[in-house]
């Protein structure tokens, strides 16, 4: 069988090979610029409503300080987590223990004239504070960042119902919901483990055929399991009858060496260590 000129399909695995086209490797600056757009637009939100509240000068030039360092320790989080240590505990936890003292600063400084908005502005910052490292492959310290996010939530909290006099119902609202979103990144994080596991399996079966192959075992049932195989069929692109129609990589061997491709292909079919 001869594949049609200008078809651009392999050889070996045919159009479906082909038309897959060769996986691209998401680039460097990607990841990290996604993840500084998220953190900008966290903060973005939360200046935008505390200039809307019209705070006092004085308090106002606090915020300002406050959510400027809150800039420049952004930039330095997206840097670490796109960095190698970024899934190490010792790397995660100093940057969720500032994440946190910053947000209570900014949002308790200007909490007197921010009114009901409070509470959802601290739920979705401390959200950003353990979302940030934990939704996603690796994010092995969940408990940990999860931890040190409701604990600075809980010392809001506090200053909200003693100083602010914020009523409690409100307050355990958004509790709910910022430890709903917690629950909802650990399964998304485990979601991505597992599928990741299953997919490894897939591609260790398939190279275990390709490794096969590659030993010159088969090409075509006459070979003894490429035909009747459906997935390598749909990988290959080529119908069953055009794979029964090849010759086998044993028939195409060099006559000395027949012999023990066919011992080798015996053994393998039947269950045992092939020779290497």
């Known amino acids: 069988m001869s594949i049609p000129a200008g078809s651009g399909a392999d050889p070996l695995f045919g159009a479906a090979w082909a038309s897959a086209g060769v996986p691209r490797s998401s680039r460097r600056w990607n990841l990290p610029l996604i993840n500084g757009l998220a953190v900008a637009a966290i903060i973005a939100g939360v200046a935008f409503r505390i200039y809307e509240a019209h705070l006092p000068p004085e308090v106002l030039r606090q915020e300002e300080i406050l959510i ?128 990741l596991g299953l997919q490894v399996e897939r591609q260790s079966s398939l190279l275990a055929t390709l490794s096969d192959i590659g030993e010159g075992l088969l090409i075509t049932e006459g070979g003894r399991f490429v035909a009747g195989n459906d997935a390598y069929v749909n990988l290959t692109g080529y119908s069953r009858e055009e794979l029964e129609a090849m010759p086998s990589l044993i028939d195409l061997a060099p006559p000395d060496q027949r012999d023990r491709l066919s011992a080798q292909l015996a053994r393998r079919l039947s269950g045992q260590e092939a020779p290497g």
């Open 68 to 195: 400027g360092l809150g800039v420049v320790f952004g930039a330095i989080a997206v840097g670490l987590k796109a960095s190698r240590v970024g899934n190490r505990l010792f790397a995660q936890l100093p940057v969720m223990i500032t994440a946190a003292i910053l947000a209570d600063l900014v949002l308790g400084t200007a909490g007197r004239w921010l009114d009901d908005d409070l509470p959802p502005l601290a739920a979705v910052s401390f959200a950003a504070v353990f979302l940030h490292f934990d939704v996603g492959l690796r994010s092995r310290h969940f408990p940990y960042v999860f931890g040190v996010a409701m604990l600075g939530l809980g010392a809001l909290w506090v200053y909200a119902i003693t100083q602010l006099m914020v009523a409690p119902g409100t307050l355990v609202v958004w509790t709910l919901v910022l430890a709903g979103l917690g629950i909802l990144g650990l399964l998304t994080s485990r979601s991505v483990e597992r599928d």
